[in-house]
């Protein structure tokens, strides 16, 4: 995911908001069938590695929905700010759960009660981005990201993928034990996992199929 601006998936979602094209009954939603859909879709329903390349200005939707994404990498110029508390409301996209997720409970508190623009360097240092890269470097950092993921085993990755959303979503020790056991054996048994097997005994660059 990435903008093709220097803004991160944000500002359209307040402009709008700002001139009155998202009607007031859809602020007071309760159900999830909009920005709730953010996480859903990202972490639960898409089992592909998901990479949030935040290459400029990101804030409250914006933070929510690079916080989804499986990896973030960000330029040295980027800025992150939760934004919610300066408009005298609480987080929506999920970010209540990803931040607490990926920083317990009191640096989490202290990214959304924060006023400022967070820069990039300062966000990797609290946890919120993976890789800060120079400007310049950016979209080949983000390109050469891609196709090392790409280049792994695309069942192992799924797999994995799963499993570890699983243990976030608090799955059951037992449960998760015995996915484990279980992706393993369809992963090795896999023609991939053959190839990946046959590979590393041959000391050669193993071919993915994806089956």
Known sequence: MVSPGRRFALAPIWRARRRGRIPIPSLRRTSIDWIGQFLLAIRVRCDKPVIAAVNGVAVGAGVALALCADLRIAAESAMLHPGYIRAGTSPDGGLSWTLTTL?????????????????????????????????????????????????????????????????????????????????????????????????????RTPTFHGR
Request: avoid cysteine.
């Open 103 to 203: 920083l317990g409970h009191e640096a989490a508190l202290r990214f959304l009660w924060d006023p400022r623009m967070v820069p990039a360097p300062e966000a990797q240092a609290r946890g919120l981005v993976g890789t800060v890269v120079p400007d310049g470097d950016f979209s080949a950092v983000v390109a050469q990201e891609a196709e090392r993921l790409a280049a792994l085993a695309p069942i192992g990755v799924r797999q994995t993928k799963r499993l570890v959303v699983r243990a976030s979503l608090g799955a059951d020790l037992a449960g998760q034990l015995r996915d484990e056991l279980a992706y393993v054996r369809r992963g090795l048994s896999s023609e991939d996992g053959k190839e990946a097997v046959r590979a590393i005994f041959e000391k």
